[in-house]
């Protein structure tokens, strides 16, 4: 079993920054792949941005150059620095993880537990 809690999230100003944190807890937590996907109102979850043990990131597009995806492994926490915010990346941002250790993944299936989530919104 993996837990996972975000927190970071809050209302900022279009070209604002807000920092994401996703504590992980739980036995397989350290060696799990750690992603970052969000849901804007009336849409489907998305996948954002995703880590690996070793630090391998992939980003979608809309956030490459803004967004930076980090962990620290000591603590077991992932990161989500997110620069340069637009009102299109309000959304609840969820944490996720996968613990099968194969290819970094960006579809929701791929990934076995998640938090809560935490609502980021961008005001214009």
């Keep these: 079993q993996v837990q ?8 900022v100003q279009a070209g ?5 944190s996703c504590a992980a807890s739980g036995r397989t937590a350290t060696n799990a792949h750690m992603a970052w996907f969000r849901q804007a109102p009336g849409k489907e979850r998305e996948f954002v941005a995703a880590i690996t043990r070793n630090t391998i990131t992939d980003y979608v597009d809309s956030v490459k150059g803004r967004f930076t995806i980090a962990r620290d492994n000591a603590k077991n926490t992932v990161y989500l620095q997110m620069n340069s915010l637009k009102p ?3 959304a609840v941002y969820y944490c996720a993880a996968d613990i099968t250790w194969g290819p970094l ?5 791929a990934y076995d537990y998640w938090g809560q989530g935490t609502q980021v919104t961008v005001s214009s």
């Design 4 to 11: 996972l809690v975000e927190s970071g999230g809050g209302l």
């Design 16 to 20: 604002g920054s807000l920092k994401l």
């Design 88 to 90: 299109d990346d309000t």
């Design 105 to 109: 993944q960006r579809a929701t299936r």
